[in-house]
């Protein structure tokens, strides 16, 4: 049912570096690009994109409190390596990864440069 996800910047080239190599863990890269927004994910897929925008209105991009863009992968190894890409591209820690309950959720949760919460994760056997 989604689209895409946005995410606000007040520094489209910075943003643009840190979500080009998040990108590549995925398998894509930029499907849309302009002086206003760019934007990644495959147009002829089924999932999701992801794209970061300056504000529509010219007035600085801010941080939603409770706002959070979750982005699948396929194995914990892949987690830890968007979340390492992530903090390794000027993000920050918002939580190592590993398993969070019993449930099979692994996650590590990050912070864009302009303070986006993301979290990247996958789902793995139960260990309950």
Not at 30 to 52: E, H, K, T, V, Y
Not at 60 to 85: C, I, Q
Not at 111 to 126: H, Q, S, T, Y
């Amino acid at each position: 049912m989604i689209g895409y996800v946005t995410v606000g910047t007040n520094d489209l080239p910075r943003a643009a570096a840190f979500y080009d190599a998040i990108a590549v863990h995925f398998g894509v890269g930029r499907m849309m690009d302009n002086d206003q927004f760019i934007a990644w994910g495959d147009m002829a897929s089924p999932s999701a994109g992801l794209a970061a925008t300056k504000p529509f209105d010219d007035q600085p991009a801010s941080v939603g409190n409770g706002t959070m863009v979750a982005l699948m992968v396929d194995s914990p190894e892949k987690v830890d390596a968007v979340y390492a890409t992530a903090l390794a591209k000027g993000g920050s820690d918002e939580g190592a990864p590993g398993p969070r309950g019993d449930d099979g959720f692994y996650a590590g949760y990050f912070r864009d440069p302009d303070g986006n919460k993301l979290n990247v994760f996958c789902m793995v056997a139960p260990t309950g």
